[in-house]
């Protein structure tokens, strides 16, 4: 039971699990569903005439027996009394009258007796007769087409369309219906006009025919037509049909083969790729969307492959840098601990080389904090109107006695107190100037200079740190804010991890300022951020 059940929804199975077999599907459907509109759309407009007047096919609801009508009751009526009529003969005028009014009523010898063909409404509404001038001369009703009334003033303004055209054929065959007459369906209204033509070949005037449109013709008999049509239909659709599929299948397979192909080569590679191999990428062939989508897959890896190097290079160089400060401390505890039992007294050197390593260590694991916060996008800022002197003077005054008694720099202010307010977090400013000012120090000489200076810039307030230290070589200086830049060349002095400008870039922008670097070799370097002025 279970692998019958399992054999029956194979097909279902592989539609939803295989590409190329949706494709194939879909074009299938696709050729199908276009010849099956079609046959609705001719069948909408031979049965519900709104439909005909939405695709603009309302010659389809023409009655095919008008115009066929209109040339036999002409006969019938007789051409020679025709013309009479129109010539102003009394006489022939009141027989053509008599007889206009039988063929509407239905009651003409040879021909079908109302209902029979039919069980629909009256199939012939009005019949007149015009001579070459457009004016009535005889009519079924004269109500509806008074004698001596023009044509173009009569009840039906289609009459003046078929008898224009009937006079510009000039008795000649009409290409559209392959015979003397016109016919058209106009504002659900059959119509058909025949020329009444003399033996000198002029035509002397014309004879119309109103009816109503096929479907108002077919009436209750409507839906054995329809019947009817549908079998007829169901053979031409398999004529349509079969040598369509016998093209639409293979082209669809063949489709489906080359897109399938594509994608199971990416989806090998992602799986690749999520196994852990880094370096696998996709040959794109194309430009198409599976080409782009592969580009990205490859600029994807590409970016992976990169954060996985500056990972590794992270975690290296972090256990290095926190493994530097560690062991300096423990040795340094251990002389300490080995002087006290000794009864030496210890030396206020150890004691500055612990606090020394200690700070390195609380400035290294505040950068990891606020990068982990910068990357999870959690990090909080509390905006207010904030002083620039008040902070840059701050952090001057904090950094100036380090940077004196390590290295002999001296670290100034110009900043002018009457710089306005920015709006941002004073905090974040802070550890924004701290990591500027600790970075010029870490590169510049004994006897250094770094000065802090701002100045105010249409909306924005830019604050200027520089130095005068060894300056950053050309090829380096764009790489300058990228994380782990100077960790990955390992040319830094202990305590730099490669994360402060990284976050200072960040930390910049998240107010909505910019950053930037100038240096020269040598001379050396200016870092200039911006804040918005509160």
Avoid at 114 to 133: C, K, L
Avoid at 171 to 184: C, E, F, H, R, W
Avoid at 449 to 454: C, G, R
Avoid at 504 to 511: A, C, D, L, N, S
Wanted: hydrophobic content about 45%; glycine content about 8%; proline content about 5%.
């Amino acid at each position: 039971m279970h692998a019958a059940w399992y054999g029956l929804c194979t097909p279902v199975r592989l539609f939803r699990q295989r590409t190329a077999i949706q494709l194939v599907v879909s074009y299938v459907a696709a050729v199908l569903l276009a010849i099956t509109l079609i046959q609705a759309t001719i069948i909408a407009t031979l049965f519900w005439e709104p439909a005909a007047e939405i695709f603009q096919y309302e010659q389809v609801l023409l009655n095919p027996f008008i115009g066929e009508n209109s040339r036999s009751y002409a006969l019938w009526i007789g051409t020679d009394r025709l013309i009479a009529a129109i010539d102003g003969d009394e006489g022939a005028v009141g027989t053509v009258d008599a007889r206009l009014a039988q063929i509407v009523s239905g009651h003409v010898p040879g021909f079908e007796a109302p209902g029979t063909r039919f069980s629909g409404e009256q199939e012939i509404a009005h019949a007149v007769v015009v001579n070459p001038d457009g004016v009535v001369v005889a009519a079924s009703d004269p109500a509806f087409a008074p004698p001596g009334t023009a044509v173009s003033d009569v009840g039906r303004h289609e009459f003046a369309q078929v008898f224009s055209q009937v006079i510009a054929l000039g008795g000649q065959i009409s290409p559209d219906s392959a015979n003397l007459y016109v016919s058209t369906a106009i504002d659900g209204r059959s119509v058909a006009a025949y020329p009444i033509v003399a033996d000198d070949g002029a035509v002397r005037g014309v004879f119309l025919l109103e009816g109503p449109t096929l479907p108002a013709l077919l009436g209750p008999a409507r839906g054995d037509f329809v019947r009817q049509y549908a079998v007829e239909n169901a053979k031409q659709f398999w004529l349509f049909s079969i040598p369509a599929l016998l093209v639409a299948i293979p082209f669809g397979v063949w489709r489906a083969r080359s897109i399938s192909k594509r994608l199971d080569r990416l989806a090998g590679a992602a799986d690749s790729l999520a196994e852990g191999n880094l370096d696998t990428r996709v040959t794109v062939r194309r430009r198409d969307e599976i080409g782009r989508l592969a580009e990205r897959f490859n600029e994807m890896g590409e970016r992976i492959a990169a954060n996985d190097r500056s990972r590794r290079a992270f975690i290296s160089n972090v256990s290095h840098d926190l493994r530097t400060p560690v062991s300096i401390i423990q040795g340094t505890v251990e002389r300490m601990v080995e002087a006290r039992e000794s009864g030496r007294p210890v030396d206020s050197f150890s004691v500055d080389v612990i606090q020394h390593e200690t700070r390195m260590l609380a400035h290294l694991i505040d950068d990891l904090f606020t990068l982990a916060k910068l990357e999870e996008h959690s990090l909080r800022l509390d905006r207010t109107a904030m002083s620039v002197p008040g902070v840059v003077n701050e952090a001057v005054m904090g950094m100036r006695e380090l940077a004196w008694s390590q290295q002999k720099v001296t670290v100034e202010s110009l900043v002018n107190p009457d710089i306005p307010p920015v709006y941002a977090d004073p905090t974040r400013v802070r550890q924004v100037i701290n990591n500027l000012l600790y970075n010029a120090l870490r590169h510049t000489p004994e006897g250094g200079l770094i000065v802090v200076q701002a100045v105010q810039r249409g909306s924005t307030v830019e604050i200027a740190i520089s130095d005068t230290g060894r300056g950053i070589p050309p090829e380096t200086l764009p790489n300058v804010f990228t994380r782990y830049y100077q960790a990955e060349r390992s040319k830094r002095k202990a305590g730099g991890s490669g994360l402060g400008l990284s976050i200072v870039k960040q930390i910049v922008e998240e107010h909505g300022g910019t950053i930037v670097v100038e240096s020269q070799v040598g001379q050396g370097t200016t870092f200039r951020f911006s804040l918005p002025v509160a």
